[in-house]
């Protein structure tokens, strides 16, 4: 398995409180993303990274900030947790972007509710 | 239209079947495709990818490209229960970015 780690795993919160899941991973790769899971709407791109400091916006990152200082770290922040927000979060890397390197591996995912 | 479409099931079929997932998808730039298996409860895990039209073999899966007719599909032969679990089929439009289908619900009935 990839060495990808989430924390927490599962947090409980209140509407409008900041919440910061962690993604860690442990094969130097490039590229990282967290994806949001909801029934009805499968897997969703929030935010990515292509390297330290560089990221950018999917399709659902209203309401969402990522930070990547380090390689090995990616962040994602709900600024202010809404109830639509709750939801399970998983963070996924890739070696590369093109094709041959794009293989994505997912991490154990955190469940996140938000009352 | 979504990017990429799936009948979400359940597909039920008895153990010792081949169970056969399909996939649709729409951007014809579209240039690698994967299938994944998420049991509940648990992460998506690669089962395979493709990037040619033709078959692709791994033990007992077998995935299949047509970019004519913009499909992908994965055949399971002797499904076991064991392989009850939902398919997700991704595509990348060569930027890193995968596209999901909703996922396929499979049921192996013993």
């Known amino acids: 398995d990839a060495g990808i780690t989430q924390s927490p795993r599962h947090k409980v919160t209140e509407t409008g409180t900041p919440v910061t899941l962690r993604c860690h991973q442990t094969e130097n790769h490039r590229y990282m993303y967290w994806y949001r899971q909801d029934p009805g709407h499968g897997l969703r791109l929030i935010h990515y990274s292509y390297g330290v400091k560089d990221t950018d916006k999917g399709e659902v990152s209203d309401g969402y900030s990522v930070s990547r200082s380090k390689t090995e770290d990616f962040l994602l922040t709900l600024e202010s947790a809404t109830s639509s927000q709750t939801s399970v979060y998983f963070c996924?890397?890739?070696?590369?972007?093109?094709?041959?390197?794009?293989?994505?591996?997912f991490g154990p995912g955190t469940r996140l509710l938000v009352l | 239209q979504k990017e990429v479409e799936q009948n979400s099931g359940p597909l039920s079929v008895p153990e010792g079947a081949i169970a056969s997932l399909n996939c649709t998808y729409s951007?014809?730039?579209?240039?690698?495709f994967f299938w994944y298996r998420q049991y509940s409860g648990k992460s998506p895990e690669l089962i395979m990818f493709i990037y040619s039209n033709g078959d692709k073999e791994d033990g007992r899966f077998t995935a299949q490209l047509n970019k004519a007719s913009q499909y992908v599909s994965l055949l399971i032969r002797d499904s076991q229960p064991s392989d009850s679990a939902t398919y997700l089929c991704a595509v990348n439009r060569n930027t890193g970015k995968l596209i999901f289908g909703q996922g396929t619900t499979l049921q192996v009935k013993p």
């Open positions: 996924a890397i890739s070696e590369k972007a093109g094709t041959g390197g794009e293989t994505q591996y």
């Open positions: 951007d014809r730039g579209s240039q690698s």
